[in-house]
């Protein structure tokens, strides 16, 4: 698809300007995904800098039928935000925190704003936005929506969907949604906004957000855990969510490989002198002084006195707590040198853990004789990372080329528990074929109708969804 | 509207003995809104026992174009539920608790299910479900899910939609949406169960759900305060809220009058020696044993160091506390014998909730002068109950007749703080007109789409929302 010129001329003359680039170097880090994955092209950029450019910019392309993708920080990794010929609508200059409010625990910030800055602003009115990931100083509050974000607290807090009380956007034949709204009751309907919420850009374009804040916790505590199987893990966890009414914040799995991995490659050390087929991150956190600190020993007694542990060790301090952490979130970076490594987005409901990850781990031999599972993540929500390691010294080219059929083993095994697909980084332009394998026709069938419906045109972020 | 003679024999047929009834015994509890506001009528009771039954009933309905209303415990106040010639659909048949799983903290009812059921199926497993409300015993999960059902916890739970891990339901067309997920990250697409919750019966049959457990507290702290204004109770509610570190789980305003028509007509006594303008009601509740009660204990003092307090007394009992929440839950029985009563089901911004207070007393004594207000609730979550009695001795028919400009003059006055006209209850039959006055037309717009494009035939409870 090409955009007329005319559309081209009427999206400049909205935008004025400042607001719109044609300049390949301006373009260039906009039309290629972060780890070089996939590359796109555009005929223009468009940088609206308020609600009324934005809904401009959809209206005139609407009225021509000229497609649009929208584009936030950039740090997608299912191909949801790389134009392919499409007007490339970036939200980087909707970059204000509009109100910050600890009366109504709101933060009201517009959709080009990074999550990092949403942390500085809720902690400037000593309030907390118990959101967290990897890609915090790039990812933006539209994107982190569009995508219904997860990380590594939702155990607690949910994902970016629980977060959100109101959303401003532009739908797609260029009207205004004015929901941003900073109610925590209202019952007027459908919500749309949470249909917007991940959406990937294809119902409209997130402008601004209300969202909610919380109290910071006085106190933190955090301990590594050994123990003999994911099924004792997954016991403990209910256990100690049982023990500390719900103060667990984090419950991070890590098996054998993974703290090897992280040894070898990156010098971290397993703090056990015996090697635990199983190791949990466990982090409480609670208002009292002190509390998180008692809560986590409640905790580790019970699961000591349950036969569900094997060893543990209590941080002691901030940098001990950070070394814990360490090993949890080097567990890529350890993988990395081990040449090719298969990687994908399942969940599964919590108590299918053990079964699933047995199950899969026949699947991935089956394929892959001598291939290494790493598998670590959030036990809490069902979200393990269940990355596969090429067999060592073995063949990358040949493990490579068996990448598409392991994800589609993996996949049947998650769906075959209930599990998703996609847990935190949508389909994008990536996934939807996969997806819809697992999806029942009647579900489609009203996705499609409801897209169809908002967008008849089909001019949001065209090629992704379904 | 009127079922053809085939369709009710295919109903019937489909449902099978003890699936269906015409007696006018049965069907009357039925037909009538619970208060006996609304009446109805329907040319058949279908009582489906099963997933398959529902979607048969819905299905041959669609083909005929034939209209459904669903009906849950027939609990709800905007007339959602009451048929006018419609099939009535009841999910009372629907009521086996299907799986109840510490390791997932879930809870798989049909929509026949009660509250009251839920809260006992939680309770079994260690687990608790933490939504309540006066109508538990008939109030269904079915209803609870369509109407996104509030009470007294939102403000640390959120309302029904942020309890629901998964949905089962009937589509408008009869297919079956098999959304049973027990997921707590799933990102594969819009979330349809979002657009269920809240649909008020509009998009299909929620024949079943997945809900989210909780741990059960160790323990809970109940206090009244006694305060001089509304901002002052707005205030420490964020000052409660940090000092607790989120334990907070319910803050209840109770104004003046309200102490005093609970002592004149429930004979209630106010605990406090000198007479408050407004009361408090805050309850924590916390892991550890003894915890809540030091952290109520910290937010009072707090409170008093403020100057946001005049006065407290602290629950020494679980009897102690019964009584302080009888005056709180007495408010509305205390304005029975007041005579006429408006009331309504606004909410507002936390923040603003003084400022409403105020301007929407001003409202009602330009309207009825000497009308008194008796406001109570959740400050929290900003749905304050804003009743309003009729002037002492005053002309009880003169202020019926007034009572639909009464309610307008308060709608304007919440909508004006970016409020809501209903927090709690939707919109049933009774509230649309009213509803789209503050609705924008892209918002009216975008639902009825949405609507369409699901319900072409419109045949799900098409008197009810837009």
């Not at 009427?10 to 935008?15: D, E, G, I, Q, R």
């Not at 299918?352 to 598998?375: E, K, T, W, Y």
């Amino acid at each position: 698809m090409t955009a007329p010129t005319g559309v081209l001329d009427a999206l400049k003359a909205a935008l004025g300007e400042g607001g719109w680039s044609q300049d390949p170097d301006r373009l260039a880090p906009k039309l290629v995904e972060w780890r070089g994955r996939w590359r796109g092209s555009t005929p223009l950029l468009a940088l609206p800098g308020d609600l009324e450019q934005t809904a401009a910019v959809v209206r005139i392309c609407a009225q021509a039928g000229v497609a649009i993708t929208p584009q936030g920080g950039n740090t997608g990794l299912v191909n949801g935000q790389i134009p392919q010929g499409e007007i490339l609508l970036s939200t980087e200059r909707l970059n204000r925190v509009r109100d910050a409010d600890p009366s109504d625990d709101v933060l009201v910030v517009e959709a080009g704003v990074t999550l990092a800055a949403v942390h500085k602003a809720a902690a400037r009115i000593g309030r907390r936005f118990p959101l967290s990931l990897a890609s915090e100083g790039s990812a933006t509050v539209g994107g982190l929506i569009s995508t219904n974000a997860g990380g590594v607290q939702v155990l607690r807090y949910g994902t970016m969907r629980d977060l959100v009380l109101g959303i401003e956007a532009v739908l797609p034949d260029g009207s205004v949604l004015p929901g941003l709204k900073r109610l925590r009751k209202d019952n007027t309907g459908y919500d749309l906004k949470h249909l917007l919420i991940g959406a990937e850009g294809t119902l409209g374009v997130v402008t601004a957000a209300a969202l909610k804040l919380f109290p910071v916790p006085a106190g933190r505590a955090t301990a590594l855990c050994g123990l003999g199987s994911a099924a004792d893990a997954v016991a403990f966890l209910a256990l100690a969510k049982t023990a500390t009414g719900g103060a667990v914040e984090a419950f991070e799995l890590i098996g054998r490989t993974g703290i090897e991995l992280a040894a070898r490659n990156l010098g971290l050390r397993d703090p056990f002198s015996a090697p635990h087929p199983w190791c949990v991150l466990i982090e409480t956190a609670a208002a009292e002084a002190g509390a998180a600190e008692r809560l986590l020993e409640t905790a580790l007694a019970e699961g000591f006195e349950a036969g569900l542990l094997a060893d543990a060790v209590v941080a002691q301090s901030e940098s001990q707590a950070a070394a814990l952490w360490n090993l949890r979130e080097g567990q890529s970076a350890a993988q990395k040198p081990e040449g090719v490594v298969w990687k994908n987005d399942i969940s599964v409901p919590v108590s299918s853990i053990p079964a699933f990850l047995q199950a899969a781990d026949a699947a991935v031999q089956a394929l892959a004789p001598g291939a290494r599972v790493a598998a670590f993540g959030h036990v809490g929500d069902g979200n393990i990372h269940y990355n596969i390691a090429q067999p060592p010294g073995g063949d990358g080219a040949a493990f490579e080329a068996l990448r598409d059929a392991g994800a589609r083993a993996v996949n049947d095994v998650a769906a075959s528990f209930g599990g998703s697909i996609s847990a935190e980084h949508g389909l994008g332009a990536m996934k939807p074929a996969e997806a819809a394998r697992y999806k029942s026709e009647a579900e489609l069938a009203a996705q499609r109708a409801v897209r169809a419906a908002l967008d008849p045109g089909r001019i949001m972020n065209p090629r992704v969804l379904f």
